[in-house]
């Protein structure tokens, strides 16, 4: 279903809220679902919330009398304004204001004294978008939070895009499991990045292990669903955009209860809830610095320009799946080849088509992807012949996740018929090409691998033609800390991707 046109994936999304939806309309989702009593009188004087301040809140994240403190820890997380405001009344005819965005008051606020009490000392605040800077430096995160439709205008979206690509992260939460916040969160994705895929998170990914293993979880109301259901698009290494369609807020707000009043709800229970958010905020932290980095425009483009005759260049194919793995790790390996050794390289890296451009110019191709892929017939048969030739192909499994693991070997054995990726013999000449290389590190979550290298090949004519690193060799060559990435440490990898490349313009 991943490779299915986008707006067939999206007509999907709307099917599934159709068909979840027992209320009589969106209006019916929009309650107060903090830690009150549920407030059950219809919606009156029904508003935008552009025109209003920000609701109070029972407990505010940082008080003026406070900033005469030592400064604060940084902002990690900011919970979007967005929608209308509304005026309920009780059974006691006392009235409460509410708006979309802010159904749960506390749910981040209860959330972020959680994380803190495990060392994660941030923040969040409350953003307007139409005097936020959209800058990922200010607030690495935004949540936006509620059961009904979102509606930005075209330069939030743009502005958001922008945020997006810079470094920054968008959560989504469908509070109560609303579909018609699910669908108008999904269609909102598709329109912040068309050219992306929105993908089930895999459960072998960071996100899912970072601060808690998280192998299944609970849903009250649907006891069949073991599976998280995270879904995000890719953003070179990370997740640039999260959308759950369960229900995490009144999780965090240890009080579901209210959730109970709204028929067709979907949420996670409280446990689930919270070890899912304080993963959410660790992978936040902790990759933000790799949004930083890989969100920098590239020192040397993507721009098409004439292929040299007499240096390296560094071509990476483009697939169908998340291709552009960890943006800027070939023009750093390359400076490294540039300055260390006497091989003539081009410090561009070309992003190439397999049904546009001629795979014969380039001495070798360089895949990466973290999420399935597949090959139409006409690629399959470029690839072939391309090895066939003189042509050699180097892929990385960014992050070490097994979706890609398996995609590659699936979509090889389709090019090679009946040849298999085998390990490389440890004196491999290709472990001796510039480095002697008997030994490597790998990071903490691949340490079960031993010090051996964990290169695999493909033979073709007894001659060595791909070379495939099942880990992530790729992420080795910035200098960025991924957590809890599949991988080998910064060292190794240098010393592997050079040797890579002089055994190619050697051999």
């Known amino acids: 279903m991943k490779f299915l046109p ?13 068909a979840d939806i027992s209320a009589a309309s969106e209006d019916d989702w929009f309650k107060y679902l903090g830690d009150n009593k549920p407030y059950n009188a219809p919606a009156k004087n029904i508003s935008s919330a552009e025109a209003m301040p920000p609701l109070p809140l029972p407990a505010t994240p940082l008080r ?62 409350n953003i307007n978008l139409t005097s936020f800077d959209f800058s990922p430096a200010t607030v690495p995160a935004l949540l936006f939070s509620g059961t009904r439709t979102i509606r930005l205008g075209d ?37 912040l990045f068309p050219e992306c895929q929105l993908l089930n998170i895999p459960g072998d990914h960071p996100i ?69 958010g304080m993963n959410i905020v660790a ?16 020192m040397f483009s993507l721009a098409d320009q004439q292929t040299p005759t007499d240096e390296l260049l560094f071509a990476q194919i483009k697939h169908n799946g998340s291709w552009n793995v960890h943006p800027n790790a070939a023009t750093a390996l390359l400076m490294k080849i540039k300055k260390y050794t006497s091989i003539k390289v081009n410090l561009q890296r070309r992003a190439i088509s397999l049904e546009k451009d001629q795979l014969n110019l380039y001495p070798f191709v360089f895949i990466s992807g973290l999420s399935d892929l597949r090959f139409s017939d006409k690629e399959i048969a470029i690839l072939s012949n391309y090895l066939q030739g003189q042509g050699f192909i180097l892929i990385n499994n960014g992050l070490g996740l097994k979706e890609f693991d398996q995609a590659v070997k699936r979509e090889f ?24 290389i008997k030994e490597v590190k790998y990071t903490p979550r691949a340490r079960n691998l031993g010090t051996e290298p964990c290169l695999m090949g493909i033979y073709v004519s007894g001659k060595l033609k791909v070379v495939y690193s099942p880990v992530d060799l790729e992420a080795g060559w910035l200098d960025i800390h991924y957590p809890l990435i599949i991988g080998y440490e910064r060292s190794s990898a240098t010393q592997l991707g ?10």
């Open 6 to 18: 986008n707006i067939f994936m999206a007509l999907l999304a709307l099917t599934w809220a159709a």
């Open 64 to 125: 003026r009398t406070e900033r005469k403190k030592p400064p604060q820890p940084d902002y990690l997380l900011g919970k979007v304004i967005w929608g209308q405001s509304a005026t309920f009344q009780d059974a006691n005819g006392q009235q409460l204001e509410v708006a979309d965005w802010n159904l749960c008051p506390t749910d981040l606020d209860r959330l972020m004294d959680k994380t803190r009490k495990l060392g994660l000392n941030y923040h969040w605040r």
């Open 155 to 191: 330069s939030q979206v743009e502005q958001l895009r922008s945020y997006v690509s810079s470094g920054g992260m968008i959560i989504f939460d469908s509070i109560a499991g609303s579909p018609y916040f699910y669908a108008s969160a999904y269609a909102l994705t598709e329109k």
């Open 208 to 276: 899912y292990h970072i601060i808690t293993e998280i192998n299944d979880v609970k849903v009250p109301l649907h006891e069949n669903i073991k599976n998280p259901e995270l879904e995000g698009i890719y953003i070179g290494s990370r997740i640039g955009v999260l959308l759950s369609r369960h229900g995490l807020g009144c999780g965090w707000n240890d009080n579901t209860d209210p959730l109970m009043q709204l028929p067709g709800s979907s949420y996670f229970e409280n446990r689930s809830a919270n070890e899912l």
């Open 283 to 298: 992978y936040v932290a902790g990759y933000a610095q790799a949004g930083f980095i890989e969100g920098q425009p590239e």
């Open 413 to 436: 054995a389709r090019i090679i018929p009946g040849v298999t990726f085998k390990k490389l013999e440890p004196n491999h000449q290709i472990y001796n090409s510039l480095y002697s």
């Open 498 to 507: 050079m040797n890579i490349i002089s055994y190619i313009m050697t051999n």
